[in-house]
């Protein structure tokens, strides 16, 4: 048996910022580690952003997180956000990637536009995962002016 989860009741606001290539996206902070068996947060420094499994065996991941999207007419009149679950800082885990995004148009002549969408996204799905694996979820890609907030990642041993 191995559980372990990872959760930020605090409804803080996190600014999705831009990161320089080759490195992925910067990774989701949590602030509250769940109930936990053979899964706990990893060593420092990632001890608030990735989850590391005691023992190899075949893993169901649940992951979401509410996100605010705003969109301007002249600014960013496309705002989106895509998620993936990575394992060990390098592998995107195949199927995890998880999305929103929001458009507007207006008319040439229309006055300025704001809109701002919140809405909570997520993804579940199984893996095998070896011994000292680590978990964390980044962001993929995004546009326009995107923030986070209540993010959770639960993992689960469901076989060896």
Request: hydrophobic content about 40%; charged content about 15%; proline content about 8%.
């Amino acid at each position: 048996m191995a559980y372990g989860s990872f959760y930020d009741p605090t409804g803080d606001g996190v600014t999705v910022i831009p990161v320089t290539p080759p490195t992925f996206g910067q990774k989701v902070i949590f602030t509250t580690p769940g109930p936990s068996l053979n899964v706990d947060p990893a060593p420092v420094p990632n001890n608030t952003t990735d989850l590391q499994v005691a023992t190899s065996g075949v893993y169901e991941v649940s992951m979401d997180i509410s996100v605010s999207l705003t969109v301007s007419s002249d600014l960013h009149p496309t705002t989106d956000v895509q998620f993936g679950l990575f394992i060990n800082d390098s592998i995107l885990a195949i199927g995890s990637i998880f999305e929103s995004s929001h458009s507007i148009s207006a008319s040439p002549g229309d006055q300025f536009v704001i809109l701002n969408m919140i809405n909570t996204v997520g993804r579940t799905l199984q893996l095998r995962l070896n011994k000292d694996d680590r978990l964390s979820i980044r962001v993929f890609k995004f546009t326009g002016n995107v923030l986070y907030r209540f993010p959770s990642l639960i993992v689960t041993k469901i076989a060896d």
